[in-house]
């Protein structure tokens, strides 16, 4: 048996190793504090549980959905104040990893470029290389707010690419972008002959009375962009995989012909309940959620800077991004937190070349327990840095 040399195209599966520390360390009984994948730890909203059993026992539910997902789901993708046709522009996805992957099959050619954030969530490069396209990562800098910079990306590659991935509030930087930002992607999408997937996996949540924009809002974006949004992290559905897609007709219909010949839509009463999600806002969970997470944000944020860490305060996400200490990399400073302190952080490498020197926290366990974790970093790293000052406290750069 030989699977196909395209698999070999795969870097590998980062996260096997860690998952065998974290094994080891609790079978011998280590209290880990796992902050690591970034999976809601909150329950679905109870009115969205209640609806899919409803509507589990709803015949018509039980036969093959429409692969476009349902006339009421789609009319609800329209999200943000956004026009657009329902019929023409908007599909549902069983998640958004499944359209972000399969949009790249209806796009890239071997031989082709797709444009990558760099950092950024794994799928967008591992599609590319197994369809046989060539990533082209778009550095993502502290410097310049972790936004690419769109007119250094050589005509070479311009030429070749067909593709390009945004996302934003990101993963797994924090960062957020404005309408500007949006508007200068969508002026280069349309005079490259680019389409734009802007990933909106967070925009959702956002803190400090922040509202992240939709790439839809700038005129003209949905000839050349589309939109994927997702009711995994908003309502804690992670389970569910449901999400859509909005925006170019063209590019929706490329990703019809991939999904029609792959996949057979989602359970009608998975979308049910997720427009029971949409229903019961504005405010209602969204608002609670961002009110918690924003809260365990604070508690990590202070117990970190106490602890000697400079991490860069989020605007959006659950996701706390943040330099390693000098002279530590990110896999081995992830390595120590997890056997010194068992506390799980994904090292930024994960996410690409340009996230060494970072790791990732996600807000995934209550307040108590950030701050224990917070607080076993700092006692580990005193005892390795001895010189460093503990229990500082720094006055917290807000700059909004
Ligand atoms: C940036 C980004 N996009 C997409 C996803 C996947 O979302 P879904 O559960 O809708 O497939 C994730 C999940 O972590 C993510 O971080």
């Known amino acids: 048996m030989r699977p196909a040399r395209r698999l070999e195209r795969v870097p590998p599966y980062f996260f096997a190793e860690m998952d065998r520390t974290k094994a080891r360390l609790r079978r011998n009984g280590a209290d880990l ?23 589990a026992s709803v015949p018509a539910n039980h036969r093959y959905p429409a692969y476009e997902g349902s006339g ?39 031989g082709d470029c797709v444009l990558v954030p760099d950092p950024s969530y794994p799928v967008y490069a591992a599609q ?3 369809a046989g396209a060539s990533p082209f990562y778009m550095p993502l800098e502290k410097e310049d707010d972790f936004l690419p910079d769109l007119g250094s990306i050589p005509p070479g590659v311009l030429s070749r690419a067909k593709l390009m991935f945004l996302n934003y509030p990101n993963n797994p930087t924090s960062a957020t972008c404005s309408l500007d930002f949006f508007k200068e992607a969508v002026g280069f999408a349309r005079e490259h002959g680019i389409l734009i997937c802007h990933d909106a996996a967070y925009i959702e949540m956002t803190y400090d009375g922040f509202l992240a924009p939709s790439i839809l809002e700038v005129e003209g974006a949905e000839e ?11 309502f804690n559905m992670t389970g569910w995989r449901i999400a859509g897609v909005v925006g170019s007709e063209q590019a929706i219909s490329a990703l019809r012909v991939v999904k029609t010949n792959t996949d057979s839509g989602q ?10 999600a949409l229903e019961a806002e504005p405010g209602l969970f969204i608002e609670t959620m961002n009110r918690t997470y924003s809260a365990r944000r604070d508690v990590l944020l202070e117990g970190l800077s106490k602890a000697g860490l400079y991490p860069i305060l989020p605007r959006g996400t659950f996701y706390v991004w943040c330099p390693v200490p000098a002279g530590h990399d990110s896999a081995g400073f992830s390595e120590t937190l997890l056997e010194q302190a068992h506390v799980v952080v994904i090292p930024g490498s994960a996410y690409g070349a340009r996230g060494e020197g970072y790791v990732r926290f996600a807000l995934t366990v209550g307040e108590s327990r950030l701050e224990e974790a917070a607080s076993r970093i700092g ?13 500082e406290t720094r006055e917290w750069p807000r700059p909004y």
């Open 379 to 391: 006692t580990v790293l005193a005892s390795r840095m001895p010189g460093r000052a503990r229990g």
């Open 33 to 55: 504090i796992d902050l690591g994948v970034g999976d809601p730890d909150i329950p679905t909203p109870g009115p969205v549980i209640q609806k899919l059993c409803e509507q």
């Open 72 to 110: 009421e789901f789609r009319h609800y993708l329209s999200r943000f104040g956004v026009r657009l046709d329902p019929e023409r522009q908007a599909m549902a996805l069983i998640g958004s990893k499944e359209g972000l992957s399969h949009l790249v099959w209806a796009f890239a050619d071997p």
């Open 267 to 276: 359970f009608t009463a998975v979308q049910m309940a997720a427009v029971a």
């Open 128 to 130: 590319t290389l197994l």
């Open 224 to 234: 050349v962009a589309v939109e994927t949004y997702s009711w995994s992290k908003p």
